[in-house]
């Protein structure tokens, strides 16, 4: 073998090992970048995800929401309740005498009561008197419910 071709032999094995080492360097590279890659997409995903959640629960929110302030507002006609359901709201005082109330059904204490007329008493059980609160303390009666209640109570009370 000539000094020439020796020449050539070892320049043609470093250039193979040189090739050999790139190709495995290129090789660790693109495992590395597509690790580094796959963390971001994953990232990427998981955003996406939660817009695209955010984005649905929008698109097929309800029109109208069915809450408790809703049922509250509606209009209180629409419950029909009986005089006995109401005067529920009155029996607690004048079922027991409390705070000094004429007891329903006792005549003695409703004689001088009655005799003021029927519209001083649906005016004062109305607009309340003394200790008696304005509708008994339930604002959701009307005045029609009050009378009602009151002829309910008068005629327990004769
Ligand atoms: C917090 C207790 C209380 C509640 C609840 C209450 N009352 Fe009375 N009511 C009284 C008292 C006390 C009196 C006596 C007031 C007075 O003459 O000093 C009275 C008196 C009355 C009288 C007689 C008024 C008069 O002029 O003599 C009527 C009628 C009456 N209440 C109707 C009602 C009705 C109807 C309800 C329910 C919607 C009701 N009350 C709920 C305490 C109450």
């Not at 796959?38 to 109208?64: C, F, H, W």
Request: net charge negative.
């Amino acid at each position: 073998m000539s000094e020439e071709q020796m020449n050539d032999s070892k320049f043609s094995r470093l250039f193979i090992i040189m090739i050999i080492a790139m190709t495995v360097l290129t090789i660790i590279i693109a495992v590395l970048a597509s690790f580094a890659a796959s963390d971001v997409n994953a990232k990427l995903d998981e955003r996406s995800d939660i817009e695209n959640t955010q984005a649905t629960a929008a698109r097929i929110a309800p029109v109208g929401k069915f809450s408790a302030t809703t049922v509250a507002a509606a209009p209180t006609e629409a419950v029909v309740l009986s005089v006995e359901d109401m005067y529920a709201s009155c029996a607690a005082c004048h079922a027991t005498g409390a705070a000094g109330a004429p007891i329903t059904g006792d005549a003695s204490q409703w004689s001088a009561r009655l005799a003021k007329g029927t519209d001083t008493l649906y005016n004062n059980a109305i607009n309340g008197i003394n200790a008696m609160p304005a509708r008994g303390g339930n604002s959701a009666l009307t005045d029609d419910n009050v009378k009602a209640i009151v002829d309910y109570m008068i005629n327990q009370s004769k």
